[in-house]
């Protein structure tokens, strides 16, 4: 059964760190473009970061730019997001998401960053 499983939220203070996690299975991932996508509450779900099959490609939402980083491991079938100088406003819902050639979505892993 192909599944997209998240890890790694948490609460953190505002300035710190956090890295999330996305394991795939039932896929041959190396031939998946990947992202990561948030959810707060009372608004839409926007993308924070893509990341094309090969890791050549990556791209990220205007609000994470300089703060957040995209990578994956195609022999571990992973794909992770390093979130710095984490601010109130990251605050969120983080979902892993198969972007093409079709979409899957996981679960998602809530991260509330707060003191």
């Known amino acids: 059964q192909a599944q997209l499983v998240e890890s790694g939220g948490g609460l953190v203070q505002p300035g710190g760190s956090l890295r999330l996690s996305c394991a795939a299975s039932?896929?041959?991932?190396?031939?998946?473009?990947m992202g990561w996508y948030r959810q707060a509450p009372g608004k839409e779900r926007e993308l924070v970061a893509f990341i094309n099959s090969n890791g050549y490609r990556r791209e990220y939402g205007d609000s994470v730019k300089g703060r957040f980083t995209i990578s994956r491991d195609n022999s571990a079938s992973r794909v992770y997001l390093q979130m710095n100088s984490l601010k109130s406003e990251d605050t969120a819902v983080y979902y892993c998401?198969?972007?093409?050639?079709?979409?899957?979505w996981g679960q998602g892993t809530q991260v509330t960053v707060s003191s």
């Open positions: 998401k198969v972007v093409r050639p079709f979409q899957h």
């Open positions: 039932g896929f041959i991932f190396s031939n998946l473009d």
